[in-house]
């Protein structure tokens, strides 16, 4: 199993709305990820998870809140988004986070949520 | 300052055609580059991933080089089809670390 699975698949909600995002892959990788990405630009790094431990944090507002339950699971939490938060969102898993000069590790992605806030 | 940078930005072409996207970078130290297939809307593919040591790497159609003394690498798609229409994205990894850099991407376009 090579893939990253997110749900939903798209999301709508009011800036009074508290809603999740949920990541899940069965490759057994050590790193997720959470990236943030807005039309016609690549992916912007949010949050990194090393052995379920917060490693990363690329100062994103407190609105957005990750959590790790496991190592298979990754959400993000969201709670009072602006209309500007409309993105894809998308997850990553990758087996070898060391980043050491050999390494070929990749990140694999999920297909993203599309959220949409109002 | 660490960047990738990508070119063209966006390129069209004709079905059979052949292309070559281009990835200059400047992240230090480097630890490897991967460059990703993306269809509008959906999460990115990797397509080949290529430490320091590595010169060329191919995955069926693609041919991905890299060229480490000039921070240097290419994308060559052979005999495209309608389906290699998506960004392609150039990405570097940090040594030890989990941060990378995303280069903005060129849009292909292939037409029938």
């Known amino acids: 199993d090579t893939e990253v699975t997110q749900t939903p698949k798209h999301l709508v909600m009011g800036m009074t709305n508290k809603k999740s995002l949920k990541c899940e892959q069965h490759?057994?990788?050590?790193?997720m990820y959470w990236y943030k990405q807005k039309a016609k630009k690549p992916p912007e790094l949010m949050f990194v998870?090393?052995?379920?431990?917060?490693?990363i944090n690329e100062s994103v507002p407190s609105r957005f809140s990750p959590e790790c339950p496991n190592s298979s699971l990754l959400n993000l939490h969201l709670h009072a988004l602006q209309p500007e938060d409309s993105a894809l969102y998308l997850c990553?898993?990758?087996?070898?986070?060391?980043?050491?000069?050999?390494?070929?590790?990749?990140?694999?992605f999920g297909p993203g949520t599309r959220l949409t806030v109002l | 300052k660490n960047q990738v940078e990508q070119s063209p930005q966006s390129l069209i072409i004709l079905e059979g055609k052949n292309c070559t996207l281009q990835?200059?970078?400047?992240?230090?130290?480097?630890?490897?580059l991967r460059w990703y297939k993306q269809d509008t809307g959906r999460g990115p593919v990797s397509l080949t991933i290529?430490?320091?040591?590595?010169n060329t790497k191919s995955n069926g159609r693609y041919t991905a080089t890299l060229d480490a003394d000039t921070k240097q690498s290419s994308l060559h798609i052979t005999a495209s089809q309608l389906s290699d229409s998506a960004s392609y994205i150039c990405?570097?990894?940090?040594?030890?670390?989990?941060?990378?850099?995303f280069g903005a991407g060129t849009r292909l376009f292939v037409k029938a």
């Open positions: 990553a898993s990758s087996q070898d986070p060391s980043g050491s000069r050999t390494s070929t590790d990749t990140q694999y």
């Open positions: 490759m057994g990788h050590r790193a």
């Open positions: 998870y090393s052995y379920e431990k917060l490693s």
């Open positions: 990835c200059n970078y400047t992240v230090s130290p480097f630890s490897n």
């Open positions: 290529m430490t320091f040591s590595e």
């Open positions: 990405v570097v990894t940090y040594t030890g670390g989990f941060k990378t850099i």
